[in-house]
């Protein structure tokens, strides 16, 4: 008997991660319900750094240039000593761009206005994020989950293939599950908050007292809003009065300045640090990703653009395996994922020690750009590679020339839901079968992009007769020569992209 469903996927949560996973779906036209227990969007600015691999992510979701439109860069910094000096100083370490990583910049956009974009990126697609709706509970068999929702207008049932929980820290998918979220508390408490004030320079980010978790507070301009944002560390117990007057008090209090005044405060939340990671992301046809999946400090501005990963790390998968992909795939997720949430967790909580000595320096380690699978089940080389860019890797953008003449660059080619081939100067053009999702390019004589320059040649590593396999999500799924393409061939298989006897 075949099973009627409502739709395919139920995210339950509308936040970045969700909207990802939502966008990623909506592209590939499969059929899903986003809902959020919130009333209305977050106010807030929790999030606010967007790393350079996350720029990339949402060049390839078509809305980068409308984030830096709504935006902006990081403000210097300024360190106001006791003595009453001031240190200048740019904590994110200046990179200029390369051919081959083409963002570095320390890109500023507040939580709700991230999150604005990408609403209005999937109002693009026809979907719409379902406020005002909370899963009150759900169960699973071997087909598909039925979920139990509250709406504004009642209760209703709704049966999908699959439903993804990312529902935050407090993850109500996860608790249902009966995952364990092992980790510990950090023993540091802080509030943040969004605030409208008077009397400090807003092309500025002030730290007064850095290096004291009773009287450390830094103020932060927000970029696209007249807003600044304030963090500081606050005692394990008591009340935090965060009205105006209250933070007002706070800020003086901490920096003996009288001239700061708090004349609004938008959104503000007391929290206290923890990193925890989820025992597993997946149980049956149920997963979580993001905040649900990991916590930890907001150190170093990890956490947003983790989330944002983990759904662009699903949302192909699914659809594939949607699509008739084996269901092995949906494996790799947390595979995939979960390492690289247990290094983010172990990065924020060192650089929130470095913090509370009064040392604040980044550097690459925050980009992201350096996040891989090189140990997953979907990187395949042959023969093997040493040194140089291998399978899992992420896949380097390159400028090239297009036989017409014209510049074009590989995020160009990659842009999209498809998987693409390149064939690097190869013999043969046509020894791998055209298939749907698939877009194969020839690189050199004969073929449609030259690489005059040397910048693939160089990022990638590649001899002649070299065939690389890009994954839908930018990373290299396979590395061949041209004698093994009958691995190629059945790796192909294996992702879902079997040939098509009646392509020629």
């Not at 992009?449 to 693939?456: A, E, R, S, Y």
């Not at 930018?474 to 098509?500: F, N, R």
């Amino acid at each position: 008997m075949t099973q009627q469903f409502d739709t395919e996927v139920l995210i339950c949560g509308a936040g970045a991660a969700g909207l990802t996973l939502a966008i990623e779906l909506a592209r590939r036209r499969i059929a899903f319900r986003l809902i959020d227990k919130l009333e209305g969007p977050f106010r807030g600015s929790r999030g606010k750094g967007i790393q350079p691999r996350s720029q990339e992510i949402f060049e390839d979701l078509g809305i980068l240039d409308h984030l830096v439109a709504v935006g902006g860069v990081y403000p210097s910094e300024h360190t106001y000593g006791n003595d009453g000096s001031v240190l200048s100083s740019e904590v994110i370490e200046v990179v200029d761009p390369t051919p081959d990583e083409p963002y570095h910049m320390r890109l500023m956009v507040p939580q709700f206005l991230t999150e604005g974009v990408m609403r209005e990126r999937l109002a693009e697609f026809g979907h719409r994020v379902e406020f005002g709706s909370e899963l009150l509970d759900f169960v699973q068999d071997a087909e598909g989950v039925t979920s139990r929702i509250k709406t504004s207008h009642g209760e209703e049932s709704v049966r999908a293939r699959y439903l993804v929980g990312v529902d935050g820290g407090r993850s109500f998918v996860r608790q249902a599950l009966g995952i364990d979220f092992p980790g510990k508390t950090l023993g540091v408490r802080a509030v943040v908050a969004d605030m409208h004030l008077r009397g400090l320079s807003a092309d500025i980010w002030h730290h007064f007292n850095e290096g004291s978790m009773e009287l450390q507070v830094s103020l932060c301009p927000l970029a696209g809003t007249d807003m600044f944002q304030l963090q500081a560390p606050v005692p394990l117990e008591g009340e935090i009065d965060v009205s105006p007057q209250g933070l007002t008090a706070l800020i003086a209090g901490r920096t003996s300045r009288q001239g700061i005044v708090v004349e609004a405060v938008h959104w503000a939340s007391v929290f206290s640090m923890n990193a925890r990671l989820a025992e597993r992301y997946r149980h049956g046809r149920v997963f979580i990703a993001g905040d649900a999946a990991h916590v930890h400090p907001p150190t170093g501005g990890q956490g947003l653009n983790t989330s944002v990963q983990d759904a662009y790390n699903l949302g192909w998968k699914l659809a594939a395996v949607l699509g008739g992909a084996p269901q092995s795939l949906l494996d790799t997720f947390e595979e995939e994922r979960r390492p690289v949430a247990a290094g983010m967790l172990g990065l924020a909580t060192r650089l929130l020690d470095s913090a509370k000595r009064g040392i604040r320096r980044r550097g690459r380690e925050v980009s992201q750009l350096d996040i891989g699978y090189p140990e997953s089940s979907l990187a395949m080389e042959q023969p093997e590679r040493h040194d140089t860019l291998c399978a899992g890797d992420r896949a380097p953008d390159a400028p090239m020339r297009g036989a017409a003449g014209q510049p074009v660059r590989l995020f160009n080619l990659f842009q999209g839901t498809h998987w693409t081939l390149l064939g690097y100067e190869v013999a043969d053009r046509a020894a791998v079968a055209a298939r749907a999702g698939l877009r194969i390019y020839i690189v050199g004589k004969r073929g449609e992009l030259f690489d005059d320059d040397g910048h693939m040649r160089d990022a990638y590593g590649l001899a002649a007769d070299t065939w690389v396999l890009v994954r839908p999500d930018g990373y290299v799924g396979a590395m061949v020569e041209a004698g093994a393409l009958s691995a190629l061939e059945q790796y192909l298989t294996l992702v879902g992209l079997a040939a098509d006897p009646t392509i020629p």
